[in-house]
């Protein structure tokens, strides 16, 4: 098993620009969740999915879209990027009320 | 409001010496309680789940242990090693949102010899 994926690992984008961050796992979980992490911060909930065709906001959703098509994908749309938004960015996915398994992360930069 | 809060100071201590960390919340029920483990450049890695009926958990040479009226968990690597360098970061579940897990923002690890 793969675990759980993501590309790029590295992204620098500029101001207004749009990018898709993608997140895939391989353990038919139905839970998938992307969370930003900043410095002082913590990990914060972006948006998460329960399962293929329906997603929910977290703490932070405001400027990210995202999708669930299948139980393997959900990526997250930045449609117009803002320097607010350099981050490093995780995609995590689990079984209902159990561990989370993370991905590796993307660190994106917007100037 | 909610909060999580695990001390943003680093705890610095000896090879063979008890680490403990420590989780305070505020306005949670929580189902239960995760820790895990970061590496810089990395994500998070699972390490413990205890749930909300339980005191303790144990795995090889880590104990957490979780006290609903004190709002606290605290977490012990006993025998530390360099290798357990890290920053913990320890999670909640609340009552009612199953797999939403909010983050502490993690306390920084370092074992020295």
């Known amino acids: 098993n793969a675990g759980v994926t993501q590309t790029p690992k590295f992204q620098v984008l500029k101001t207004g620009q749009s990018m898709t961050l993608q997140c895939a796992q391989d353990?038919?979980?139905?839970?998938m969740s992307w969370y930003r992490q900043d410095p002082g911060m913590g990990l914060r909930l972006i948006h998460y999915?329960?399962?293929?065709?329906?997603?929910d906001q977290g703490e932070v959703p405001n400027g990210y879209n995202v999708s669930r098509s299948t139980t393997e994908d959900f990526p997250l749309r930045l449609l117009s990027a803002a320097p607010s938004q350099t981050s490093v960015y995780f995609c995590a996915s689990s079984r209902q009320g159990a561990t989370q398994y993370f991905g590796p992360g993307t660190r994106l930069t917007v100037l | 409001s909610q909060k999580i809060e695990q001390n943003s100071e680093a705890l610095n201590i000896q090879e063979g010496k008890t680490a403990t960390l420590t989780c305070n919340y505020t306005?949670?029920?929580?189902?239960?309680l995760q820790w895990y483990r970061q590496d810089p450049g990395r994500g998070p890695v699972f390490l413990l789940l205890i749930r909300e009926n339980e005191k303790e958990k144990r795995k090889e040479r880590l104990k957490v242990t979780f006290d609903t009226t004190l709002k606290q968990s605290l977490f012990h690597i006993t025998a530390s090693q360099p290798a357990d360098s890290a920053t913990y970061l320890c999670?909640?579940?609340?009552?009612?949102?199953?797999?939403?897990?909010?983050f502490g923002t993690g306390t920084r690890l370092q074992v020295t010899l």
């Open positions: 999670a909640l579940a609340d009552t009612g949102t199953a797999s939403k897990l909010t």
């Open positions: 999915s329960v399962g293929a065709g329906i997603t």
């Open positions: 306005n949670y029920s929580p189902a239960y």
């Open positions: 353990m038919n979980h139905e839970y």
